[in-house]
């Protein structure tokens, strides 16, 4: 498949980065206008104490996947059912992939947690639905988007990346930018460690 991914790392004071980027009321509004919100365990309302959930972190670690599309998968994706179906694929695959090597990177980085770009696909239906709780509570990770994050400013300030939406046809790139809470920043040398650098899917 002509899909390649690009890795961009960066790293933040995490009070820093919170006073720039979080905007909980702004964001939360866009949130509720999501089929999600509710809906995934990963996403919001949260059901804890976002501030405490923070507090004990002194550092945001960055990781941006740049999800380049060669010419030939944009072309082939012709209706719109072809690309949704594609754009989902490829992105769901990468963000897997993603998510897996961040949990990695956690057993790497002591006393850190990962935070996932969008909602948790892991489940073909998220048991939040019913009531019940999540079944794959070891592997799923809350959402950046779930802590109010400007998520379009971050790609942008951060990593030089304007955002690429799906409108007629498929974009030249996706973009996922997914976080790491940590008490220490994270070396490049680290995220090498699990794979993190420019690879094809």
């Given amino acids: ?18 006073q720039k980027y979080q905007d ?27 501030d405490a959930f923070l507090a004990p972190y002194a ?8 999800i380049h599309l060669d010419d030939e998968i944009i072309q082939a994706a012709d209706t719109a059912e072809k690309i949704k179906t594609t754009g989902w694929e490829i992105v769901s695959r990468a963000k ?9 990177l956690e057993t790497k980085a002591p006393d850190s947690r990962s935070l996932s770009s969008g909602g948790c696909n892991l489940c073909e239906t998220c048991t939040r639905t019913v009531g019940l709780p999540c079944r794959r509570l070891e592997e799923m990770r809350y959402s950046m988007d ?11 300030d951060v990593f030089h990346i304007d955002i ?3 409108k007629d046809r498929l974009p030249k790139y996706f973009t ?3 976080g790491l809470l940590a008490k220490e920043p994270t070396t490049e040398a680290l995220w090498e460690s699990v794979g993190l650098s420019a690879k094809g899917l």
């Avoid at 790392?9 to 980065?17: A, D, H, R």
């Avoid at 550092?59 to 740049?66: D, K, P, R």
């Avoid at 897997?96 to 990695?104: A, H, L, P, Q, S």
């Avoid at 779930?146 to 942008?156: E, N, S």
């Fill in 164 to 166: 690429l939406w799906c």
């Fill in 176 to 178: 996922l930018i997914h």
């Fill in 59 to 66: 550092w945001v670690n960055l990781l941006c996947a740049q």
């Fill in 146 to 156: 779930a802590f109010g994050l400007d998520l379009t400013a971050i790609t942008k």
């Fill in 24 to 50: 909980r009321e702004k964001f939360m509004a866009y949130c509720r206008e999501c089929p999600y919100y509710g809906a995934l365990w990963s996403c919001p309302p949260l059901t804890f104490d976002a």
């Fill in 1 to 18: 498949m002509g899909v390649s991914i690009e890795y961009r790392t960066n790293k933040m004071e995490l009070p820093l980065f919170r």
């Fill in 96 to 104: 897997n992939d993603v998510e897996k090597r961040m949990r990695m």
